[in-house]
Each structure stands twice: as C-alpha cells, then as structure tokens.
C-alpha cells in the first residue's frame, strides 16, 4: 500500500517548504504560501485583479449542476471585493471545501457550512500553517502536546465512547486551533471571526420549503454524479431515505450499500429493510461486511493520518469499505439531516439561555482546561448571536460543536479510503428548514421530512423508518413519538399560561 495512503486527501499550507512525498502531493506557490495537496484532493484556482482564490476539495451550486468547481469560482467571485461578501458568495453551495483567499496583505481561510472539510492552523516563531489534520504539520513544525493531551486520551470519556470527540475550535496541541464552521480567519492577524449568521432566519411556508429543498437536493446528486461514480449509504432509517429519494433519477449509476458493522444481526432493521427496498425499487445493492480483515499497512497509515484516529472502530468499518466499495468512488450521507429536526430538544421547547454546563450534560466531555475554555468561549457568544438572528442555541451547539467535532473527524478518517459528500451540507438548505414551523420538524419522522420522501419518491414510505428491533427500542421510539406529539402542545399551553 505504501505511502499513497499516508494523509491521503489531505493538506498542508505553510509558509516554509515541507517534507512530502513529491510522488503523492502536489506543490502549489501562492502569495508567499507553500500549498500541499494530495493527489487525491481536488485543488482549483481563480485568480482575480488582486487576489487569488484556492480551493482545497470541491464545491457544486445546485442551480448549475453541469458546474466544476473552477467555474464556481470564476462565477461568483469575478466581482470579488471584500471577505465580507463571503456569506453571500458560497450561501447556496453544496460541497467539502477549504477556501483561501490570497492577496498582498492577507490570507482569509473558511470552510464548508459544516466544517466536514477540516482546517486546523497555527504558528512557531512567526511560521503560520494551515492543515487537515495537526499531524500533517510534523513535516514543517514540531508539535508540542498540551498538558490536557494525556489527561484527554486517559479519560474516562475516551475509553468509554468508542465515536469520541472535541468541541469548538479546542485542540490538544499548544497554538494550534481548529477553524469553526460559520467562520472566517484571518491568518494575519491570527484570529477567526463569525460571518454567519448574519441575517434574520426567515419564516418559511412548509410547501415552498419542501419544493424549494426538493431543487437543492435534487441538483446536488445531479452535479455529483455527473463528476464521479456515487455510492450511497441507506440503513433502515430516515435520513438516508430522503438520500435515496433524491437520488431517483440516477438509480442506474448509484451503487446502495449497507455497511454490516458492530456485531449487527441480519434481523436488525438496519439491515432487513435497505434490502427489501433495493430489491422493491431496482437500485444495484450490496451489504458490505466489516469482518476481520488484517492488513497492517493500512493500519499503519490510518492512524499516523489523524491524532484523534479511531482505528478499532472507524478503521475497521473504513477497511471493510476500502475492500467493498468501487474505486474512487464518492461516498454519499445523509449524516447532518438530524440538525433540520431539533436533536437536542426533541419537544420543540428551547431554553431562553444556554450555557457550558449544558454542553458537558449532552455529551459527556471531560472537563479539561482546554475543553472548558473553548466552550465558555462559545457559549459566551452564541446565546445573543441567536436571539438576535432568531435562531436555536441548540441547533448551532449540534452544528458548530457536536457535528463539526464528530462528524468531521469521522469524515476525515475516512479520507484514506473515499472522498464523502454530505446531502445537507448546504447553508440554504438549513436555513430553508429551519425556517419551517417547529411543529413539522419534530418527532422521530417529522412531517416536513416525510413531505420531502413522499414528494421526491413515494414508495420509499412503504417501508418503515427505524422500526424498533427489541423491547428497549420499541420503548425508546414511544417516547420520541408520543412525547413529542402530546408534551410539545402541552409545555407550550404551560408556558402561555405562565405569562399571566
């Protein structure tokens, strides 16, 4: 396997030479800045009047799928002026992105809506670098552990949750930082900024909401899938639904899986239901297995490729994907789609005010020095961000903390076997959602998300979504039913009442 998986699809931007294999990395000099990419990543480039615009990974504009990426970028940036355009330049794309923005005096650096494109950055003795991952940056720096590093990995946390993460821009290195989503640095001045939200969140009437999610969704797959070959991941329950749905005019390129991982039984719905339903409709099917392959190279490469890499659990399945899927082949989730339908506040009730004790009651971080701080950071600026824009706290904790910790983290990793395109990883699209009245975004098959399958792909709700598999499920699925459709009008009567 060699060397063309170590840091597969990653990079490294510096501002000193580093030492890459030149036969798996590509060297482009911009503006002072060294710019690695692996052969594996996509870089495009625009250069305007007096800047430069790079792009690490890919963009797609759902009203224009015949668009690459280039053209994205000499499409809306050709009138390009300041980094305070920038929310109005990438709203409606879709993608995976890291994106420079290069002139005589500054270097901007951001990301897609979701930070599933992950940039982390820093400095040692006025050198500035930017990465995928702080282990990239042992080629140039040397990285000096924190002293939460060993306390953090010693954990009661980290030994108990096999899918651990961190928060915010938190790292366990000195002066390196992780780039937030909704968020802007200035590599200059060495500081990251909010561009987002900015704007009020507009009510949205559910049917314009549902045509209009329809087009975004709809383009995505289109643009994607006039670039690369697709694989797309169903299991039994909602958010790959919606995938699928929007997926049915290309049925005869799109490869569907089910991964077989963690012990899963074939009685589980997970993997029961995917079958019946690509059987029932015609799309090309496999279950792949996550058995006990053994190849110690890829081992090696997997964990040298992320400091936070999860080998015996994300590697495993990662390996079992690397010996099932087609070559080069783009991996679509529907991971995210839980943000559009109130995760962490199921009854539709939000609290007025939200702070860091919050955060360590849903997920359980340690409570570390660095871990601490990045969170009093956060919160102490996102409960008037939202009320001011009239957004959920909880939604932008599940976006900004959670998703960008975990999910990019897992989407990171991943990159040593596939590149991953996210559905929902699109600005308009959240906010279109969002917008919609909390009563059709609750419950554990909302409204709004099933308007969507039933609009895009009826017989797809045939089937039953996430149908419990024992007891203790069945349970867990009356409450997220029944809670929500009886406690949410009546916590809201109570409310009413209170103001009197």
Known sequence: MGSRFHFRRQFLVSTKPALLNKEYFNLTRVGGYYVYNHLDLELSLYQGH?????????????????????????????????????????????????????????????????????????????EFFLSSDPNIVASTHQLIKSDDYDRYFQSHYVKNNIEFSLPG???????????????????????????????????????????????????SIEALNRRHKLALALTGGLDSRIMLAASKEFKEDILVYTNKYRNMTENISDLYIPKRITTDLGFDYK?????????????????????????????????????????????????????????????????????????????????????????????????????????KQLDFFHWELHGAGWQAQSQLENDIVFETFTLFNNRALIDLIMGVDIKYRIGPAPKFHKSLIRMMMPDLLKYPINPANNFRETMGNFKRQYGSKFLFPISRWLKSMAKF
């Open 169 to 219: 821009n938190c790292t366990l290195f000195e002066n390196i930082f992780k780039l937030l989503p909704n968020h802007i640095l200035n590599l200059r001045t060495f500081t990251q900024s909010r561009f987002w939200p900015c704007e009020d969140l507009v009510s949205v009437e559910l049917n314009t909401a549902l045509e209009k999610s329809k087009h975004i969704l709809s383009g």
């Open 287 to 391: 279950i792949i297995s996550s058995d006990d392959f053994v190849d110690d190279d890829f081992k090696e490469a997997y964990i040298k490729n992320s400091y936070l890499s999860h080998y015996h659990d994300w590697g495993e399945i990662a390996l079992s994907l690397k010996n099932g899927l087609p070559e080069n082949s783009v991996n679509v989730r529907g991971n995210m789609v839980e943000l559009t339908r109130c995760n962490y506040y199921k009854s539709g009730i939000h609290p007025k005010v939200l702070y860091k004790e919050k955060a360590y009651k849903l997920k359980k971080w340690p409570k570390l020095e660095r871990i601490d701080n990045a969170l009093e950071a956060w919160f102490n600026e996102i409960n008037d961000t939202c009320i001011q824009y009239n957004y």
């Open 50 to 126: 007096d800047f430069t615009i790079l792009c690490l990974g890919y963009m797609i504009d759902p009203d224009f799928p015949k668009m690459s990426t280039v053209n994205i970028l000499e499409q809306r940036f050709k009138n390009f002026r300041s980094p305070d355009e920038i929310h109005l330049l990438i709203y409606s794309l879709t993608g995976r992105f890291a994106l420079l923005i290069i002139n005589e005096v500054d270097c901007y650096v951001l990301n897609d809506p979701l930070a599933f494109r992950t940039v982390y950055y820093g400095h040692q003795q006025n």
